[in-house]
């Protein structure tokens, strides 16, 4: 499935610049969880990298399961990993005070993605934008 990020969603370096300017001063740091396609894997490390030296929490992806790798190299281990992480990724969004979108420039977002999407929507957790080339 191939869709944009919702309109809907703000800029992601709009947060960043509002974390960062008070992060001296805060007592306990928000928690950001990054969603998006792991074929953003660098992307994802960027933004992991930012939110993190701006005093955050950062909750995401731990996987790449488009990287060989014995655990996932069986069908079927693939297919229950999957849905194991999936439910793990739903946690790390309960537990966030923000969540970000990371796409490429195209906004491209994957039906996991988007289900993220309408799932931090749906627990009213503010939700960003965050293009990396």
Known sequence: MTASAPAALRPAT?????????????????????????????????????FTAAGCLVLAPGVDMKRPHPLWSDPADAARLKHRLDRLHRHKID??????????????????????IVYAHDLGTPTWHWALP
Do not use: K, M
Request: charged letters at 20%; a negative charge; glycine letters at 6%.
């Open 95 to 116: 537990r966030a005070d923000h969540v970000v979108i990371v796409t490429d420039p195209t906004g491209y977002v994957g039906a996991s993605t988007l289900a993220e």
């Open 14 to 50: 709009e947060l960043l610049a509002e974390l960062t300017a008070g992060a001296d001063e805060r007592i306990n740091p928000p928690t950001v969880c990054l969603c998006g396609s792991t074929r953003f894997w660098a992307q994802l490390a960027e933004t992991n990298l930012r």
